[in-house]
T-cell receptor, first 117, second 113 residues
Framework: EPEVTQTPSHQVTQMGQEVILRCVPISNHLYFYWYRQILGQKVEFLVSFYNNEISEKSEIFDDQFSVERPDGSNFTLKIRSTKLEDSAMYFC???????????????FGDGTRLSIL | AQKITQTQPGMFVQEKEAVTLDCTYDTSDQSYGLFWYKQPSSGEMIFLIYQGSYDEQNATEGRYSLNFQKARKSANLVISASQLGDSAMYFCAMREEHNDMRFGAGTRLTVKP
């Protein structure tokens, strides 16, 4: 079964450094998402992306964050000048279609655990 | 304001028994979708079941069923015949007309042998 792939599985970065988290969504999916889960807390929506542009973002997704689809397969989340509170599990997800009537779930990758030192 | 409320931070169930995980939601939209995800200790998010706001039947997927009570805005997950492998965090989530998914705080289920 096709799956969402995230790399690396664990990233350790010094505070203030830039980090890029990488995702390969399922190939026929058109909608892409990033979520964050601070240890022991709930999953929080960051951003959704469709047709090469951001379709929605949460209040967490400030100027420090950016997303890009540099080619036909990768979807990246960049965090500039990381802070200690950016330490979390970051999940990429994709879906074939979106919309409230869609019963198509968002398929999640296994996550990248980001540790800021 | 919380969109999704899961009031049970932790639940225990005996193996082979059924368990209900509570979820209530808040929306003024008429059209929305409700999802349950399982997160084992390994961390991945696994989709379990979906219920659309206009679906008249409660959703079922194998041992999972969703007890959807629209007037009460609740979408409880029922797991029948619990197995040890069901021990995990369970997240309820909602997708509204113009929003992407919002998750509840989760319920940690422990299945006891």
């Amino acid at each position: 079964e096709p799956e969402v792939t995230q790399t690396p599985s664990h990233q350790v970065t010094q505070m203030g450094q830039e980090v890029i988290l990488r995702c390969v969504p399922i190939s026929n999916h058109l909608y892409f998402y990033w979520y964050r889960q601070i240890l022991g807390q709930k999953v929080e929506f960051l951003v959704s992306f469709y047709n090469n542009e951001i379709s929605e973002k949460s209040e967490i997704f400030d100027d420090q964050f950016s997303v890009e689809r540099p080619d036909g397969s990768n979807f990246t989340l960049k965090i500039r000048s990381t802070k200690l509170e950016d330490s979390a599990m970051y999940f990429c997800a994709s879906s074939e279609i979106a919309g409230v009537f869609s019963n198509q779930p968002q398929h999640f990758g296994d996550g990248t655990r980001l540790s800021i030192l | 304001a919380q969109k999704i409320t899961q009031t049970q931070p932790g639940m225990f169930v005996q193996e082979k028994e059924a368990v209900t995980l509570d979820c209530t939601y808040d929306t003024s939209d008429q059209s929305y979708g409700l999802f349950w995800y399982k997160q084992p200790s390994s961390g991945e998010m696994i989709f379990l079941i979906y219920q659309g706001s206009y679906d008249e039947q409660n959703a079922t997927e194998g041992r999972y069923s969703l007890n959807f009570q629209k007037a009460r805005k609740s979408a409880n997950l029922v797991i029948s015949a619990s197995q040890l492998g069901d021990s995990a965090m369970y997240f309820c989530a909602m997708r509204e007309e113009h929003n992407d998914m919002r998750f509840g705080a989760g319920t940690r289920l422990t299945v006891k042998p």
